[in-house]
């Protein structure tokens, strides 16, 4: 059974299977998609439908899932189109992929137009991608490309691409991107690392970084690495800078903030970039825009089957 509510203002579309035992349900707001199952007996059949022998009602079954749900708002749909369109709203959300940014900073820079304009890095850093992912040819790619141009060559010939623990990940890395002599901010390579939340910036040299050296209202959280030599072998220092309105999120830093070159250190940045990536959906910023493109979704299925 499929339930729409009237009110474009507040769309809430649910869908409800009735077991002889259990009830599962999907409810879906702007806030999100929550799904509830509940012991079939909680549902409390108005007394006229118990007399007369029919099963539950619109009202008894919505208002088992939450008394605060608008009852007197939803109306059942049988159009077998809504089965379909429920099933696209739920694809065009679902997480394909996640881009990230990643910036080299050779020593002594400072300024963001310093940094995006690097066209040579060091080996270390060359090295240090090698633990973010494989460096791929963009041209024919058929996997997850994160906005890049896989066709014509116009976001560079090259970048790097990993797959961790089932998440593809591509990301942008500034010194892959297009460089444009002409163009002394290099627009081109921040629209793509600017529109990303999370970024990577390896930093050559002791310059500290501060949170104003890239400008940007999308980036949450900038991951700082280092290369340091410890016995004469590699090893990376990492901090992390995150806004104010991004929670906490793991894996922790381990004290002193240097990991040894190897495995490990792969595992724990990898699952930070994600981790990272997953906080940054409950800034107000970006829950504010998921919530209006969700809003504006369910809306339409509204305003086309209620």
Known sequence: MNFLSRNPDEPVAISVILGDNEMH??????????KKREAREVVDVAWWRRLLGLPPGKNDIISALNENLPVGDMRQVTDAGL???LLSYHEKQNIKGFKFGVMYAAPEQTKEDEMFSNVEASPEFEEFLGYLGDKVVL?????????LDVMSGSTGTHSVFTEFNNNP????????????EADKQQLERKRHIGNDQVVVLYQDGDTTYRPTTVSSRQIHVVVLVKSIMVDDERHYRVAVVRREEVR????????????????????????????????CYEADVIRTKLQRTRKMMLADLISNYA
């Open 83 to 85: 089965q379909d369109q």
């Open 248 to 279: 906490a999120f793991g894996p922790p830093i381990p004290e002193g903030g240097t990991f040894k070159a190897g495995d490990e250190f792969r595992t724990w940045i990898l699952t930070k970039l994600l981790n990272a990536e997953q906080a």
């Open 169 to 180: 990940i591509m990301y942008h890395v500034s010194t892959m991107l297009p460089f444009n």
């Open 25 to 34: 349900a999907m409810i879906r707001t702007k806030e999100g998609t929550f």
């Open 139 to 147: 041209d024919g790619w058929d996997k997850f490309r994160g906005g």
